[in-house]
């Protein structure tokens, strides 16, 4: 299938501080991607949708301004968690498709902040 | 609202064991079905996808079922291995809404020795 990579895996950071997590299509062009947000044990959670060179679409109740998504290629994502706080650490996870085929996902990133 | 519940919430097997996991689901209109099997700590990997008009699909020991009348799929590990031990997550695909993908919550499967 086709791959998706996402980086870094893990992530510490101080509370207060900037984190950017990279996600990219390594063998297809990437015309939307999805970030999603994981906690222990639970399903993933959709936090917004980019297409690219458009302005991302957020799931109501994710704060656009904290995290901030770019799409500016058609192989790279990134996702932005500004000022992060401890109750930000989860697990990150990203998908990306060409069209509407079908999405693959990244490894994941695990954030914690201190 | 389109929602995908998935039973038994976990369950530990003994290696070489059968299981048979469940997914209902009220997504419309329906795309397509698929199967993802995500470790600990990593992203989600795909085992079987299967549209409308498909009953089954295998993946090596993964066996997937799919009856769009009831609304309903399974999961079936055969002879399962300790590399089996992760969460399996059924997601569902509506054909409206971009394709907008409905998760189920996971069933996390223990493979025991």
């Known amino acids: 299938g086709a791959v998706v990579s996402q980086h870094p895996s893990r992530v510490i950071c101080k509370s207060g501080t900037s984190v950017k997590i990279e996600c990219r299509s390594l063998d297809f062009q990437a015309t939307t991607m999805f970030w999603y947000r994981q906690f222990p044990k639970q399903s993933l959670m959709l936090m917004a949708t980019s297409n690219e060179g458009s302005k991302a679409t957020y799931e109501q109740g994710v704060e656009k301004d904290k995290f901030l998504i770019n799409h500016a290629s058609l192989t790279l994502s990134t996702l932005t968690v500004t000022s992060a706080h401890p109750e930000d650490s989860s697990f990150y996870i990203c998908?990306?498709?060409?069209?509407?085929?079908?999405?693959?996902f990244g490894q994941g990133t695990r954030l914690t902040v201190v | 609202k389109n929602q995908v519940e998935q039973s038994p919430q976990s369950l530990i097997i003994l290696e070489g064991k059968n299981c048979t996991l469940q997914?209902?689901?009220?997504?419309?209109?329906?795309?397509?079905l698929r199967w993802y099997k995500q470790d600990t700590g990593r992203g989600p990997v795909s085992l079987t996808i299967?549209?409308?008009?498909?009953n089954t699909k295998s993946n090596g020991r993964y066996t997937a079922t799919l009856d769009a009348d009831t609304k309903q799929s399974s999961l079936h590990i055969t002879a399962s291995q300790l590399s089996d031990s992760a969460s399996y997550i059924c997601v569902v695909s509506a054909m409206a809404d971009d394709y907008k993908l409905s998760f189920g919550a996971g069933t996390t499967v223990t493979v025991r020795a």
């Open positions: 299967m549209t409308f008009s498909e």
């Open positions: 998908s990306a498709r060409e069209g509407h085929t079908e999405a693959f």
């Open positions: 997914c209902n689901y009220t997504v419309s209109p329906f795309s397509n």
